[in-house]
């Protein structure tokens, strides 16, 4: 494995970052709510016993997702991403990172992100195992397969 230095962008990911705490901070300060996209997403199907404020600020984290990227590829060209693999694998793929989110009580961006943050021992735990079973799995497929 090799570092593309040529499109490597430590300021922008900087920037990037910072934004995304900002943005996690603003979520518990403002509405008190952790910013974790699993949970929020899965909020959205949630549909008994929700209060009259469950679903706009859902919607509008999402929404602010979808469009930040689109408003970034206004101002840039967004790099170009190559997926070596078919739609059966990609489909059993995103449903084992549900299944897993769901397991883990959350994902990377709420444990990781915000969890981390505020100094949970199970958020630390989740992202240890995280990065773990990450590093597992790139030697596999990098050096196995």
Do not use: E, K
Request: charged share 5%; with cysteine.
């Amino acid at each position: 494995m090799t570092i593309d230095w040529a499109n490597f962008t430590p300021w922008a990911s900087l920037g990037g970052g910072i934004l995304i705490g900002l943005s996690t901070v603003m979520l518990i300060v403002f509405r008190g709510r952790i910013a974790g996209i699993s949970g929020i997403l899965g909020g959205l199907f949630q549909f008994s016993n929700t209060s009259q404020d469950h679903y706009g600020w859902r919607i509008a984290f999402v929404l602010g997702i979808l469009v930040s990227s689109l408003v970034y590829s206004l101002f840039t060209a967004m790099p170009a991403s190559q997926i070596d693999t078919g739609y059966p694998m990609l489909i059993l793929a995103g449903l084992l990172v549900g299944f897993g989110t769901r397991m883990g009580s959350g994902c990377t961006s709420g444990h990781a992100v915000c969890g981390i943050g505020r100094a949970s021992p199970r958020s630390m735990v989740a992202t240890a195992s995280f990065m773990v079973s990450g590093f597992v799995t790139a030697y596999v497929v990098y050096h196995l397969f």
